[in-house]
């Protein structure tokens, strides 16, 4: 019977570990996961800017041909 009981504590140990590294696992992949969320959100950033001064550009363009040509 004590063995037995000294068998299952040693199990239950295992298990805690177990969970222990699956928690330390999702915690860094979470880091992982908002590290990707930021930089995506950089990059829409950056893309907005982008776009801006396309149409910026494009806006030019298409006022140059209303201006008079010397």
């Known amino acids: 019977m004590h063995g037995e009981m000294a068998g299952m504590r040693e199990d239950n140990r295992g298990l805690r570990q177990d969970f222990i ?26 893309l907005d800017r982008i776009e801006n001064r396309l149409e910026l550009r494009e806006f030019q363009e298409a006022q140059a041909r209303f201006e008079p040509q010397p």
Do not use: P, Y
């Not at 699956?22 to 950033?45: C, F, I, K, S, W």
């Open 21 to 46: 590294s699956l928690r330390n696992h999702m915690h860094v992949m979470q880091g992982d996961l908002n590290n990707l969320h930021t930089t995506m959100a950089q990059v829409l950033v950056r």
